[in-house]
């Protein structure tokens, strides 16, 4: 199981530089995780777009979904020029029924709907998926893998009891940190590094990744505030950083 950080950016990509994005791997298996603005160019850098597989969408803020009409035309094209490709299926809630429609893209990509009532396979992977605290519907992602490895992806969400009790033991977790201590941000569905050290404490992973970072401040700064309440092995979210 591993993963690569295509893009780890709040809201806009920085320059040469991605929004929301997480390439996983298992054996020849790619899973996109969200893929906002920046992404499809960015994770050119670690797979061809045609190895691709699936991508799975937290929700449908621009920071998490804005490259999704440009891989769909990546893929006609390439299938207009002749290209043979493997099927590639997006992963959406249909909480919002107008986004999951143009999910699908002629017959080039197959949409197909999550819940929170019932796991789905998703290639080698076990996904696990809870409503999270946000504007607009927003779901965390568990996943394991046939080994038993877990992985928890918060997605976009304010501090809720439940993301800890949903995030507990895991291998790896995927924390967004849109701001620091002194910020009052959770009123708009986001965590500082105060709450994300909270849920780390609660949850007690083997390691925790702090991304969706602000455009402000030193990052390094976010780090040592998480620590003051989790005590375990944290690292801040930079372009190409893999985690195994
Ligand atoms: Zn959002
Ligand atoms: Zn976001």
Known sequence: ??????????????????????????NEYKVLLDCGSGVLSAVQSYCSLLDLDAVVLSHYHHDHQADIGAYQYARIIQKGIGTKMKDATIYGHRDDEQAFAKLGYKEVVQAISYNDQSPLEIGPFTFTFL???HPVPCYAMKIQNKAGK???????????????????????????????????????????????????????????????????????????????????????????????
């Open 150 to 244: 877990v992985f928890v992806y918060t997605a976009d969400s304010s501090y809720f009891a439940e993301l800890a009790a949903f995030s507990k033991d895991a291998d790896l977790l995927i924390a967004e940190c849109s701001g620091y201590k002194r910020d009052s941000i959770s009123q708009f569905g986001h965590m500082t590094s105060e709450d994300v050290g909270r849920l780390a404490e609660q949850s007690n992973p083997k390691k925790l990744l702090l991304s969706h970072l602000p455009h402000v401040g030193n990052h390094e700064q976010l780090v040592k505030e998480a620590a003051e309440h989790y005590s375990g092995p944290i690292t801040l979210a930079a372009s190409g950083l893999i985690i195994e």
């Open 1 to 26: 199981m591993k993963l690569t950080v295509v893009g780890y950016w709040h809201g806009y990509p920085e320059k040469g530089e991605a929004t929301s994005g997480y390439l996983l791997e298992e």
């Open 131 to 133: 409503k999270t605290n």
